[in-house]
């Protein structure tokens, strides 16, 4: 039978194993492939069972996942909330990385993942359960110059090209992550808005926040939170002076606001390499880094990006590589 044979869902046995992260991950539990026909079952080789595992296992609206899965001999397939997910070789099994849309209502979510154990063989299908817990994004009014809120048609013209702009940035191929550590703060200081707040300009333009607002000084550095290529160096008309960087994996880091631009599209950047300078450009109440990060389309909390642990198996201080506390006021 091919790899591709309709999948089949292992009820619970005595020999099933449940995959655990070690912070206590809820994941499905499989029983052990089958022995191909003609083997002895007493010489066969004794494989580690299919496994998935959640990193983290709670998680609130807008966070971002990682969906791991060992044991298969192929590229699983999945959901995450009834989101497809895009698995890639990562380490001893496959990797996927997603993220949970602001509305998704608080409760369990269901993970799913298919792959076969053996080459040939019928899939058997995986399933977690994420715990979604409550968001409490605050709401909050800010003031900002009138043609932010009501802009010209000469200006909704250039909005709409950043639009265009922004999409064939976000439009990059899928690929195996470009980093080899794990993410760090592009600038250490004081947070002055969280991701999601829920904000009302002027009491007119209501929006929600997709990123983390860090406080600094016109012309301190912003630095690369990881390994990557950019994908803009652009001025836009709500954002300023924009840097993106694609990581690979679906993922991609934003720097909004910036004072100027110190890469050109095109360029491959390290972690911690200066992207440009803290600034005031676009639609803010004063200078700041907006800082935002986008994982499979949506944006997510990058708070909780630098929480989440690619290299599980390195020393931390090997798969941390940098650091990734902000300073209090």
Request: no cysteine.
């Amino acid at each position: 039978m091919s790899s591709h044979a309709p999948g089949r869902k292992y009820s619970k046995s005595p020999f099933l194993l449940l995959a655990l992260l070690a912070l206590g991950a809820k994941a499905g539990a499989t029983e052990t492939a089958p022995v191909p026909a003609g083997a002895s079952s007493e010489n066969a080789p004794q494989e580690a069972p299919p496994q998935l595992t959640l990193q983290p296992t709670a998680a609130k609206p807008g966070d971002p996942v990682l969906v791991r899965v060992s044991g298969v001999t192929a590229p699983p397939t999945g959901t995450l909330a009834g989101r497809a997910l895009r698995f890639f070789p990562w380490g001893d099994g496959y990797l996927a990385v997603s993220g949970l849309p602001v509305e998704l209502t608080p409760g369990a979510a269901e993970v799913t993942a298919m792959g076969p154990v053996i080459p040939g063989a019928p899939q058997v299908e995986l399933k977690g359960t994420l715990d979604i817990v409550e968001s409490g994004y605050p709401s909050r009014e800010l003031r900002v110059a009138g043609k932010y809120v009501k802009p010209p048609a000469s200006v909704r013209r250039r909005m709409a090209a950043d639009r265009r702009a922004f999409a064939a940035a976000f439009a990059q191929d899928f690929s195996a992550p470009h980093f080899s550590r794990n993410f760090a703060w592009p600038r250490e200081d004081r947070i002055t808005a969280p991701f999601g707040d829920r904000r009302t300009f002027n009491g007119k333009l209501s929006s929600q926040h997709f990123g983390v607002d860090i406080d600094g000084d016109p012309g301190t550095p912003v630095q690369a939170a990881n390994d990557g290529t950019v994908v803009m160096a652009r001025d836009n008309y709500a954002a300023g002076n924009t840097v993106l960087v694609h990581h690979g994996a679906g993922l991609y880091t934003a720097y909004f606001h910036l004072s100027r631009i110190d890469v050109k599209t095109g360029a491959r950047v390290k972690q911690g390499q200066v992207l440009g300078k803290v600034g005031s450009t676009g639609r803010v109440t004063g200078p700041h880094l907006h800082w935002g990060v986008k994982v499979d389309g949506l944006w997510v909390d990058g708070a909780n990006l630098l929480k989440l642990d690619f290299f599980p198996h390195l020393p931390p201080s090997v798969a941390r590589g940098g650091n990734t506390r902000l300073g209090t006021p």
